[in-house]
């Protein structure tokens, strides 16, 4: 499945960014989707996940700050990021797969820039 993220760009510590990820066909038929990230000082982390229940994970750190969500109809998956932290800048993949364990293996975005500055 193609998928296009946007809506990176830089904010100050204490800000705010959403990040969308559309879909290149419809949303309803996948089990799973997900934010990972990556940055030269770190390991690639999955950040937050979705089920198509709309079951949620999010990593510790952002919990509380970062929500998940997903529109099916607009073929449309979100990530709002709140309070940022220049520890969150990193490049944010979006993927999709058939559940969160697996979602690595599944199909990847461009990736989106996030640059949090202090």
């Known amino acids: 499945v193609r998928l296009v993220e946007s809506g990176g760009g830089l904010a100050q510590a204490g800000g705010s960014l959403r990040l969308s990820c559309v879909t290149g066909?419809?949303?309803?038929?996948?089990?799973?989707m997900g934010w990972y990230r990556q940055s030269p000082q770190k390991e690639r982390e999955l950040v937050a996940a979705?089920?198509?229940?709309?079951?949620?994970y999010y990593m510790e750190s952002v919990k509380g700050r970062f929500t998940i969500s997903r529109d099916n109809a607009k073929n449309t998956m979100y990530l709002e990021m709140n309070s940022l932290k220049p520890e969150d800048t990193a490049m944010y993949y979006c993927?999709?797969?058939?559940?969160?364990?697996?979602?690595?293996?599944?199909?990847w975005g461009q990736g989106t820039q996030v640059t949090v500055s202090s």
């Open positions: 993927v999709a797969g058939m559940d969160k364990s697996t979602l690595e293996l599944g199909s």
């Open positions: 979705i089920s198509g229940d709309e079951d949620t």
């Open positions: 066909g419809s949303m309803f038929g996948i089990p799973a």
